[in-house]
């Protein structure tokens, strides 16, 4: 199956900017959509950025407008989230996800994103 390895995490100032990476291996032809999600301690996951592996349709969540811009790199299998502005609120376990073709995906659930990478953490400090 298709294996994701976030990177690029840390911890940065207000107002600072980061970049992360997710790297697919596997049969990456099967992947429809790359997604960017993040979760704090105590909060539900929250979608944050997604576009398609194929395509060049992007969306953003409301909060990460402006600020976050994700791209992908087909050659590489890589998809990435360039972050800048970053506020407190930013700070997260970030992770990517891959739907497959044909799948369904409720961001706000997670179903339909049938691979997840570990996570890497930004920190974003005030």
């Known amino acids: 199956q298709v294996q994701l390895v976030e990177s690029g995490g840390g911890s940065v100032q207000a107002g600072g900017s980061l970049r992360l990476s997710c790297a697919a291996s596997?049969?990456?032809?099967?992947?429809?959509?790359m997604d960017w999600f993040r979760q704090a301690p105590g909060k539900e996951r929250e979608f944050v950025a997604q576009?398609?592996?194929?395509?060049?349709?992007?969306s953003y969540a409301d909060s990460v407008k402006g600020r976050f811009t994700i791209s992908r790199d087909n050659a590489k299998n890589t998809v990435s989230l360039q972050m800048n502005s970053l506020k407190p609120e930013d700070t997260a376990l970030y992770f990517c996800?891959?739907?497959?073709?044909?799948?369904?995906?409720?961001?706000?659930?997670?179903?339909?994103?049938?691979?997840w990478g570990q996570g890497t953490q930004v920190t974003v400090s005030s």
């Open positions: 596997g049969p990456t032809f099967s992947i429809a959509t």
């Open positions: 996800a891959a739907t497959r073709l044909g799948a369904v995906p409720d961001a706000r659930t997670g179903r339909g994103y049938d691979y």
């Open positions: 576009i398609s592996w194929r395509g060049s349709s992007t």
